[in-house]
């Protein structure tokens, strides 16, 4: 078969033919081979990786929902609480936060993971060894300020680690 000219697109293989479809933002589409999930950004196929918006829907007049994961790498662990800049944003609606730890976290005994006003939100008494996870599911919850993500140290103080935060959300926008 002959996919000249189909570059980006999806194509399909089906009863000996090729059936082609136009490739349109926010499209997702799983490559087997490579294990790895892409999404359609600006005409162009990316990894979903935290950042990324996948665009739900859209009305005609521009009012869209999406769903977001927003990264962040937390290094500089120290004192007894770490104020990580990971925020969840003005108007979105929350899902959880999770974490993971990277490389052991040194001085705590463990550690929560919250927001100033609930320092244990997403997870108390969470394990500081390498490769420990939490999946700290709370929502939906809408937040209407934008809210950052605070680590508190149990049974000492932070002395070190990297950990990997990601906040899971659904977001409304008008264009």
Not at 71 to 76: D, I
Not at 125 to 131: D, F, K, Q
Not at 151 to 167: D, E, I, M, N, P
Request: hydrophobic content about 45%; aromatic content about 6%; glycine content about 16%.
């Amino acid at each position: 078969m002959a996919w000249t000219g189909w570059a980006g697109d999806i194509a399909l293989r089906a009863d000996g033919a090729g059936h082609r479809f136009p490739a349109r933002d926010g499209f997702l589409a799983w490559v087997e081979t490579e294990g790895v999930l892409l999404v359609r950004e600006e005409g162009t196929w990316v990894p979903l990786a935290g950042g990324a918006t996948v665009e739900l829907s859209r009305s005609a007049s521009g009012l869209w929902t999406g769903m977001e994961t927003r990264e962040a790498l937390v290094t500089g662990l120290s004192g007894s609480v770490v104020d990580t800049g990971l925020v969840i944003p003005d108007r979105a609606i929350c899902l959880g936060v999770t974490t993971k730890v990277v490389t052991a976290i040194t001085g705590a005994a463990s550690f929560s993971c919250g927001t100033v006003a609930q320092p244990s939100k997403f997870g108390s008494a969470l394990g500081v060894a390498a490769g420990s996870l939490n999946r700290g599911a709370i929502g939906p919850e809408p937040v209407y300020a934008d809210t950052a993500i605070r680590l508190t140290a149990a049974g000492g103080t932070f002395t070190g680690g990297l950990l990997r935060l990601a906040v899971h959300l659904i977001g409304i926008a008008v264009e």
